[in-house]
């Protein structure tokens, strides 16, 4: 795509929302409240507000390779204590997605410099998981599931948060792990078992 075409889009859409709504543009210039959190991969073909079907302001969006939250990148514990401590959403969402090249990425054994120090948090995922992964035969069924379980493993770091932790305690903020399947187009719940990973996090990183 030529980049002077995304202007010509970006006038079309404005002249699309101005015809449904004349104040479209100034009631939402006026704030937001959306009522979800979604950390979600940088995947050009995952578009969270498509995806889900929702409109702007309606979703607070954070995406990164591989949908990750490791609690030492400052960019995703920021979004997490704004999101939750400030627009004081109720949802936060983990959602992967089928065909991930960042998980693909951390399931092979090569260098890939600057990546390294990111996908290492894909491959304590696949230790931590070990017995279940080497289960598997099928190298696909594997790698989908490694990604399932990552979904997993991030809404447990989402959990550590003390942000979160004041929410649930505070308002009952619930924590949702999906996946997104590229080839159907099908968002998956995977059924993230909320109460009972709060409690087991609470035991050891209860912060507030």
Known sequence: MKIDKIF?????????????DGQYFENLSKGQS?????????????????LMGVAPGDVFVHRNIANMVPNTDLSSMSVIEYAVGHLNVNHVV????????????AMASSDLGVLNP????????????????DAISDEDAKYKRL??????????????TAVVQR??????????GWVFDIHSGQ??????????????????????
């Open 118 to 133: 990111w996908l290492r948090n894909i491959r304590d995922v696949a230790r931590l998981h070990k017995a279940e992964l």
């Open 94 to 105: 983990v959602c992967g997605h089928y065909y991930c090249g960042g998980v693909k990425a």
């Open 34 to 50: 959306p009522e979800i959190l979604y950390i979600g991969c940088a995947d050009s073909r995952v578009t969270a507000e498509e």
């Open 187 to 208: 968002l998956i719940d995977l059924n993230f078992d909320f109460n009972k990973s709060m409690s087991q996090i609470m035991e050891i990183y209860h912060l507030d």
């Open 8 to 20: 010509e889009n970006n006038k079309a859409w404005i002249k699309e929302k101005l015809n449904l």
């Open 167 to 176: 929410a649930f305690r505070d308002r009952g903020l619930t924590v949702h």
């Open 147 to 160: 990604i399932e379980l990552n979904v997993q493993e991030q809404c447990v770091n989402v959990l550590k």
